[in-house]
């Protein structure tokens, strides 16, 4: 499938890394370091911009290594770009680390996903099928 890309970021397009990656690096588009404080959070252009296909959406997700090493993650995991949105990709990081954390220009911040879906209908009934889990969540299916 091909998606147009505008890169006003001054770096390479984003590619996958492996041939069976799912996810993109998206990199930080900043001129100066930013510093992300402990509990802060900082909305980080990208300087990209793309056209999807109608039924695509782009999904930006935590890298896990800076989650696992720094506490740095995507503050509204996974944010989603719309179809019919043209503006700059921006990047919303949340430090949830005790630390503070510097983003230099050009750092992999997060990833993008591309993904398929599917719009819904809803029907209106009075009540859903049974299942052996029923009403039960948070949990309810065990430890193990």
């Known amino acids: 499938m091909k998606v147009k890309i505008v890169n006003r ?9 492996t041939e069976l990656s799912a996810g993109m690096d998206l990199k930080a588009a900043i001129e100066e370091p930013v510093e992300l404080g402990p509990l802060c959070r900082a909305m980080v252009p990208t300087g990209l911009y793309i056209e999807l296909p109608a039924g695509y959406e782009a999904q930006v997700r ?8 720094h506490g740095v993650t995507v ?10 949105y ?3 990709i921006k990047v919303i990081l949340v430090n949830v680390s005790n630390e503070k954390f510097v ?19 809803w029907e209106e009934v009075e009540q859903l ?12 299916t065990g430890v193990k």
């Not at 970021?9 to 890394?17: H, V």
């Not at 983003?103 to 209908?121: D, L, S, T, W």
Request: aromatic letters at 8%; hydrophobic letters at 30%; one cysteine or more.
């Open 129 to 140: 099928g049974e299942t052996e889990r029923g009403t039960g969540g948070f949990g309810s």
């Open 9 to 17: 970021s001054g770096f390479d397009a984003p590619f996958y890394a």
């Open 62 to 69: 935590p890298r896990s290594g800076l989650a696992a090493k």
């Open 86 to 88: 043209r503006g700059e």
């Open 103 to 121: 983003i230099n220009p050009g750092e992999r911040i997060a990833q993008m996903v591309i993904a398929k879906y599917e719009k819904i209908e």
């Open 75 to 84: 503050c509204n995991s996974p944010g989603t770009i719309d179809a019919d």
